[in-house]
């Protein structure tokens, strides 16, 4: 049942209400007013109307005594979200109206916004959409993690290579959010822990103030809507001012510093775990302070501590807030004054884990001087744990504390009442590789929740054109209802609504192709094939695959000019590790052919590449509507799920793709015809990289494979320096882990066929509505409905 009824609002409503805030909350007149005031007043106009809705869902939980859902995520990849906001509360038109009559530029004072980058990829753009999801199906929710003040790097290119700087958006100001001076909790570190009278007491060292910062997101019309709470923190005593006094103004200032460090910056390594002890700060941090709010909430409605799994589900996603086990027993046992046992039943009934990778160099661990340097009590719970797990399993192998380590991933599993990966093939192999003993001990405990997206930002809003043909032809109900998308199949035939399909497609990419010249100094033919791989830059993700194909495709048009190719732009974009050199070869690899490629006039009115800097979810907004082709071509086994390509698929464009991850079921949905599936197997890709030469055996096979290695080790793309490449080439022909050698051959094969599907318009475009039309289950509210009724326990208001 919904519960607030939005007032209807009027654009001259809404540009009073801009006005308004103009005056009173910035201090401005129009004639005075710069694009960040008017997008500060547009906003803060949009979050009045989010307001009512906030208070009433609070209202209604308590008062429904319902189940809460707290989604423990160190990212949350948002975005800007004053579009958002306004398409959620279906004040499009209005708001464009209001700020028309004003004078303004609405699209330019929307672009004024920063893009909030606390994430790194797919985990953090996932709990966004998750949040999303949550608050359309009004599940009483709240998502906790780290209001960082520096965000994901920004990247530009320097001679090709990436180039990082410090990402500064809260230096504009921030529409969102609302400080809560009063959530306040003291979180300690380090020290000892002695016994008083058969109890455990922890004395921190070190101590900092974790303050709360709301934002509240709004679900589909606006009708619930649940809050991202984010932690800052604090220094204990802002200001030592007996150092002051001394006239020592740096050491006044230190406590302040030394605490900020714990929320400044977002970890921009994704797939390496560093063990760094900020890291693991970072991560006690956030948790033990969503920890303390979640009781204090529970503690006001409730005075029994066994309704506690009634009452409330933590996620935690990923391993990152997995300290939430050990943490929740010592505020059981030592605290509330539980016994062991009882508090470990409790805390295992609230708790549940997503895992969201299987590399070995992503699991987390941390090393026992670490951890018990800074969690000397938690790595004692820790071994308790793992002895009572042991003692109810004498038959186990493994330990969660095994070579001087603490093993998040087992901590997690054994402290969760339920584990879930997040595809179908990912959840197999979890129960196959990295969790088989435990899953065998608990066979019970994993479950599948193959991820989705939200459609209202997903389509919607990013693809206005598309969104309203869909609406046109089978109404609005596909908005929260995105299965409801199958009821365009039996158009697919009508050639008529065909030609408005592509019409839409057609005009995304001219406007990409406008913002293409006027931005990057890339000029491409709106009619080429656009064809996009964009996701953080890793060897499994294998871009190296894709320059390569491109590489081979450019010497064959040379080869033959006039041989009838199907003009393409590959486009590229994504962020590398700092840290990670492969991977940055890698793209300077991509700008080094994209300049060679591009400037050969005999090739480039049928091939270009370009590779677009500092990705970000905007980037992506711009990019997904104007796709034809989407790139998912991972090694099979090594992408959890990927939930870019369930984008393209919903906004049109077929995949070239492995059947890896989430592709899996993609291909299933729309249908093996209309996917280009190529590559290895996941069992067959164990199976090859046993077999000794392989990379070397797949580069004798195929020539093209070959010459396309040799141009870039002659120095083709880097004359001034041929051996910039070595590396590359070094892996490639040798243990090429990633056997980016031996599915070339077939994904070449299947790139010449993606070029004759699209020679073939009204072939194409039934390809590409048919994507559209049998994209509805990846929608993030069907995942969030498996969540709740699978894991959570947990009830839509
Ligand atoms: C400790 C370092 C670290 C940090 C983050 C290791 C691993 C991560 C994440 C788990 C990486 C990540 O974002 N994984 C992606 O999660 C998406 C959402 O489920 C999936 O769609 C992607 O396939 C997966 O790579």
């Known amino acids: 049942m919904n519960i607030a009824t939005l007032p209807t609002v009027s654009s001259d409503n809404l540009r009073d209400a801009i006005l308004n805030h103009l005056a009173y909350s910035f201090g401005k007149t129009p004639e005075a007013a710069q694009t960040e005031d008017w997008r500060m007043a547009l906003s803060f106009a949009i979050r009045d109307r989010m307001v009512e809705a906030w208070f009433a869902a609070t209202r209604r939980t308590y008062e429904a005594g319902a189940k809460r859902v707290y989604y423990l995520s160190m990212e949350f990849l948002i975005g800007r979200l004053l579009e958002d906001g306004i398409v959620n509360l279906r004040l499009a038109d209005q708001a464009r109206a209001a700020l028309t009559d004003l004078g303004l530029d609405y699209d330019a004072v929307l672009a004024d916004e920063p893009d909030a980058a606390l994430g790194n990829g797919g985990l953090g753009r996932l709990a966004a959409c998750f949040l999303e999801s949550l608050s359309t199906l009004s599940c009483p929710a709240m998502g906790y993690g780290i209001r960082y003040e520096h965000g994901l790097f920004r990247q530009s290119f320097q001679g090709g290579r990436q180039v990082e700087s410090p990402e500064t958006w809260l230096l504009q100001r921030h529409a969102w959010e609302f400080e809560r001076p009063e959530a306040r909790y003291r979180i300690g570190f380090g020290g000892e822990v002695r016994e008083d009278r058969g109890r455990s007491v922890w004395t921190p060292s070190e101590q900092v103030d974790a303050e709360a910062f709301d934002t509240p997101i709004a679900g589909w019309q606006g009708k619930w809507v649940n809050t991202l709470r984010l932690w800052s923190a604090k220094a204990v005593a802002p200001f030592d001012l007996d150092s002051f006094n001394r006239g020592d103004f740096a050491a006044a200032a230190a406590p302040e510093a030394l605490a900020r460090t714990i929320s400044r910056v977002l970890y921009p390594d994704d797939t390496t775990e560093q063990g760094k002890e900020l890291r693991l700060k970072q991560e006690f941090f956030f948790t033990a302070a969503a920890l303390r709010d979640i009781l204090r909430r529970f503690d006001s409605e409730y005075d029994d501590l066994s309704q506690l799994p009634a009452k409330v589900a933590i996620q935690l996603n990923d391993t990152h807030p997995a300290i939430a086990g050990p943490e929740l027993v010592r505020l059981l046992h030592d605290e509330r004054g539980l016994p062991f046992d009882r508090a470990m039943e409790i805390a295992q009934g609230c708790l549940n884990y997503t895992n969201h990778t299987l590399l070995p160099e992503a699991l987390e661990s941390w090393h026992e001087g670490v951890f018990g340097k800074l969690l000397p009590r938690h790595l004692q719970i820790v071994d308790r744990i793992d002895d009572a797990h042991g003692k109810a399993h004498p038959s186990r192998s493994f330990s969660m504390r095994a070579d001087s380590q603490v093993k998040m991933g087992e901590l997690s599993f054994v402290m969760a009442n339920r584990v879930n990966g997040v595809s179908a093939l990912h959840t197999g192999l979890m129960k196959e590789t990295v969790f088989a003993e435990l899953h065998a001990l608990h066979p019970d405990k994993i479950v599948n929740e193959t991820n989705g997206v939200t459609p209202r930002r997903w389509l919607l809003s990013c693809n206005p054109r598309l969104s309203n043909l869909v609406t046109d032809t089978i109404g609005d109900g596909w908005v929260d209802d995105l299965e409801r998308l199958k009821e365009l199949e039996s ?175 993609i291909r299933e949905h729309v249908g093996a015809d209309n996917f280009f599936l190529f590559g290895m197997t996941a069992p067959e890709v164990t199976e090859r990289r046993m077999l000794d030469g392989h990379a070397r055996a797949a580069i004798e096979a195929d020539p093209r494979l070959a010459r396309a290695l040799d141009a870039i080790r002659d120095g083709t793309f880097s004359p001034d320096d041929p051996d910039r490449y070595a590396g590359i080439i070094e892996n490639l022909a040798g243990h090429d882990y990633f056997l980016v050698c031996s599915d070339f051959t077939d994904y070449w094969r299947a790139q010449r066929e993606v070029d004759a599907a699209y020679a073939d318009p009204a072939r194409w475009a039934g390809m590409a509505a048919l994507n559209t039309a049998r994209s509805g289950w990846f929608s993030s509210d069907r995942t969030i409905r498996g969540y709740m009724s699978d894991i959570w326990g947990a009830a839509s208001l």
């Open 491 to 665: 158009h697919v035939d009508d050639a008529g609504w065909r030609d408005r399909f592509a019409a839409a497609k057609r005009d995304n990419k001219a406007d990409l192709s406008n913002w293409l010249a006027e931005t990057q100094g890339v000029s491409v033919d709106p009619e080429a094939m656009f064809d996009i791989q964009i996701k953080r830059m890793h060897e499994y993700k294998r871009q190296h695959l894709n320059i390569l194909e491109a590489i081979a495709h450019w010497q064959e048009i040379k080869d033959d000019p006039n041989a009838g190719w199907t003009p393409r732009i590959k486009i590229f974009a994504g962020k590398a590790a700092p840290g990670y050199f492969f991977a940055k070869d890698i793209i300077r690899l991509i700008n080094d052919v994209a300049r060679v490629v591009n400037a050969d006039t005999a090739t480039r009115d049928k091939l270009q590449v370009a590779f677009l800097p500092n990705y970000n979810v905007t980037l992506a907004e711009r990019l997904i509507p104007a796709a034809d082709l989407s790139e998912q071509i991972s090694t099979a086994g090594k992408e959890a799920s990927g939930t870019g390509n369930m984008k393209f698929a919903l906004n049109g464009a077929p995949t070239v793709g492995t059947l890896d991850g989430a592709n899996v079921e």
